[in-house]
């Protein structure tokens, strides 16, 4: 049994979630086809819903795929010249929301400004909606609201959606046409898909709404480390279900010893420490109210 599968509590990342008993009889009813000669109605349907849930032409189901705010006057000044020393510049890229930045979210006003300054400039937008459906449901609007200038948007499907694999690409039907050949000749055409676009399509149409309970379990989070002497974190920044917390100079622990006590000892999960001591947690659908009370209980016996 892996480290994983013994926790008690693993706030590593989203990413962790396993199907659900309804997601698990969904996968298993799944009608598939050949989805390289897209004759599979589970990934056809997936593709259907997807597309119109971002208001795109055409939506593509794929394995997986490549991964904040941005000033402007950054991206403006990020522009190539016209000189041939030097490429063109063609495409600006959002993550909405931002992993690093513990999960903050990019409000519409700015994205609105993002597509007008592209459209000035003669860019395309692509939009990495990896937490997507966390901006939308932290902000009350619809995805679409959130791409609606975009030329294209990724949205994953395995992370706090909780399906078991996939992504979904996104854009205008001329785009998909050469994103299908794409994933073929690299190696990502699928046949009998629909068993995972099945989960997918579940995540997306029965697993959206609850992402409201991860951002809560992480504001509660953050506010019960905030009252532990010894941890640095601002509560107010939490904005989905991603926190980043330091340790204290002065603090009983440092960051890789407090993470791993709390695994050795009380069998919860960080995602470790990154840039300097900061710790991240991530909410997700294993995560109850209770795992946080118990998660902030132990950091603070260990802190003491």
Not at 121 to 130: I, N, P, Q
Not at 145 to 170: F, H, M, N, Q, T
Not at 276 to 289: D, E, F, K, M, Q
Request: charged share 20%; proline share 4%.
């Amino acid at each position: 049994m892996t480290k994983l599968q013994r926790a008690v509590v693993n706030l590593v990342s989203d990413t962790v979630t396993r199907p659900s008993a309804a997601m698990r009889q969904v996968i298993a009813a799944a009608e598939v086809g050949d989805d390289v000669y897209s004759a599979d109605p589970s990934v056809n349907r997936l593709q259907q819903v997807a597309a119109e849930r971002l208001d795109k032409q055409a939506a593509l189901y794929v394995p997986s795929y490549t991964d904040g705010t941005l000033q402007i006057s950054d991206m403006a000044n990020a522009i190539r010249s016209d000189d041939p020393h030097y490429p063109i510049s063609k495409l600006v890229a959002l993550e909405n929301t931002q992993n690093t930045c513990g999960g903050r979210v990019l409000s519409v006003s700015y994205v609105r400004e993002v597509e007008q300054f592209c459209q000035q400039h003669d860019l395309r937008l692509h939009v990495d909606g990896a937490r997507l459906s966390n901006a939308s449901v932290a902000l009350g609007v619809p995805m679409a609201e959130l791409v609606a200038g975009a030329d294209s948007v990724s949205l994953c499907l395995s992370k706090g959606l909780g399906a078991p694999v996939g992504s979904i690409l996104a854009g205008s039907e001329e785009f998909i046409y050469k994103a299908k050949r794409l994933r073929k000749s690299l190696g990502g055409g699928m046949r009998q898909a629909g068993v995972i676009a099945a989960a997918g399509l579940f995540a997306l149409e029965n697993q959206f709404d609850r992402l409201a309970e991860d951002h809560t379990n992480a504001k509660e989070l953050a506010h019960g480390l905030a009252n532990i002497p010894g941890i640095e974190i601002r509560p107010e920044d939490v904005e989905t279900n991603i926190l980043f917390f330091k340790l204290a100079p002065d603090a009983k622990l440092d960051a890789p010893t407090l993470v791993e006590k709390l695994e050795s000892e009380k069998g919860i999960l960080f995602g470790g420490y990154w840039n300097g001591g900061r710790i991240r947690a991530v909410t997700n659908l294993h995560v109850s109210p209770k795992d946080v009370e118990y998660t902030v209980a132990s950091i603070r016996e260990l802190l003491a």
